[in-house]
């Protein structure tokens, strides 16, 4: 009969200080530790900027989840437009608006949209999640797609995120 032993183990929801916590206490054992954290990330949700990302990063496990804005900006069935779902209305539209001008025509709203996680220090794969051949095929160019500083800035400017990592973020 199979021991059925667990071999690898993830998180999700863990706060920074918990990924940190069950990464130390099986090095001291001389165990693998966690090997993944899957977290919500993308424009619209950046609160694990504060303090997940940071822990995370640095165990090398952030595994984001929706980093497409699938609920709520999702590429409609027209590959060059976008649709908008409820909760963006106004930054879909301004960010494909911004894009178009900074760099003339710019890469399409759902790949600009999964290229930014991948393009963020400590994030080592986005959890894509898409449903047909055709939207895994609409996203593969995002994995080339590099995010300059320009469009960066811009995003940051469209999507505000905390003010940087804990605690400095709230504190000072």
């Known amino acids: 009969m199979a021991q059925r032993k667990v071999i690898y183990a993830g998180t999700s929801n863990f706060a920074g ?5 069950a990464a130390e206490a099986a090095r001291r054992r001389n ?64 960010m494909a608006r911004e894009r178009t001008k900074s760099s003339g025509r710019g890469p399409r709203w759902a790949v600009l949209a999964l290229a930014w996680p991948l393009s963020r220090p400590g994030v080592t794969a986005p ?10 095929s609409g996203s593969l160019p995002a994995v080339e797609f590099e995010v300059a500083d320009e469009i960066s800035s811009q995003l940051d400017a469209l999507f505000r995120g905390p003010a940087g990592p804990a605690p400095e973020a709230y504190t000072w």
């Open 17 to 21: 200080w918990r990924i940190a916590s």
């Open 31 to 94: 165990f693998l530790g966690p090997v993944s954290k899957q977290s919500a990330y993308n424009l619209m949700e950046r609160t694990v900027e504060l303090e997940v990302l940071p822990a995370a990063g640095f165990y090398g496990l952030l595994l984001p989840w929706s980093p497409a804005l699938q609920a709520v900006c999702s590429p409609a069935p027209d590959a060059n437009s976008t649709a908008v779902g409820t909760g963006a209305r106004a930054h879909c539209p301004a």
């Open 127 to 136: 959890v894509i999640g898409r449903w047909t051949l055709g939207h895994l």
